[in-house]
């Protein structure tokens, strides 16, 4: 079993950062890629950024040029730099990992962090 604890949400005004980080934690695994998804209300779960074994990202339109994912030294642990943010980039942000336990993938999920981008 896998757990991913995220944590750095809050309040920010427009224009202000805010770095999210994401902790897997467990044994037996290796972590294939990593990456985080967001929620506003009322709207559906949207890709933000991935990272993968390799460092490999990848980048919503939306994000591109303020957003930042990264893994730390450990690989087990992810972070999302946020610049620059708008209102629009209110949401619960979520990661989550693929992972590898022999021949068996599989998806975890963390329990969401709160992002408000407001006056």
């Known amino acids: 079993q896998v757990q991913l604890v995220e944590s750095g949400g809050g309040l920010v005004q427009p224009g202000g950062s805010l770095r999210l980080s994401c902790a897997a934690s467990g044994s037996g695994f290796s972590i294939n890629a990593m990456g985080w998804y967001r929620q506003a209300p009322g709207k559906e779960r949207d890709l933000v950024a991935t990272?993968?074994?390799?460092?490999?990202?990848n980048y919503a339109d939306s994000v591109k040029g303020r957003f930042t994912i990264s893994r730390g030294g450990a690989k087990n642990t992810m972070y999302l730099q946020m610049n620059s943010l708008k209102p629009e980039d209110t949401a619960v942000y979520y990661c989550y990992a693929i992972t590898s336990t022999g021949p068996l993938r599989q998806r975890y999920w963390g329990q969401g962090t709160p992002v408000t981008v407001s006056s």
């Open positions: 990272i993968t074994s390799d460092d490999t990202t």
